[in-house]
């Protein structure tokens, strides 16, 4: 069983930057960060693989950067040009093993993280 660790979330004004770092107990494939708002399903917004490779929500595309640092079982999520529309729970997610190149769908991702609130005020 993997755990995650994420920390980072917090208040900031429209425009503004905040970075999310998520520490995994283990080594996995592919890590992402998903999002969720009250009433609304949980959404993609990132994910980068073992090589590197990486993949965007085109409402995050230009504006957030998913990086790792591989020997620490870490992967971040920096925040630019925030909006408020970006106001949400934020969630961390693994793949342990190899199953698709850069996995965008909540199924399939194998462990989560417990979440944490970013809140971008107008």
């Known amino acids: 069983q993997v755990q995650l660790v994420e920390s980072g979330g917090g208040f900031v004004q429209a425009g503004g930057s905040l970075r999310l770092s998520c520490t995994a107990s283990g080594r996995n494939y592919a890590m992402g960060w998903f999002r969720q708002s009250p009433g609304k399903e949980r959404e993609f917004v990132a994910t980068?693989?073992?090589?590197?490779?990486?993949y965007y929500a085109d409402s995050v595309k230009g504006r957030f950067t998913i990086s790792t640092d591989n020997a620490k079982n870490t992967v971040y999520l920096q925040m630019s040009s925030l909006k408020p529309e970006d106001t949400a729970v934020y969630y961390c997610a693994a793949v342990r093993n190899f199953r698709v190149p850069l996995p965008t769908t909540p199924g399939e991702y194998d462990y989560w993280g417990q979440g944490t609130q970013v809140t971008v005020s107008s």
């Open positions: 980068i693989n073992w090589s590197g490779n990486t």
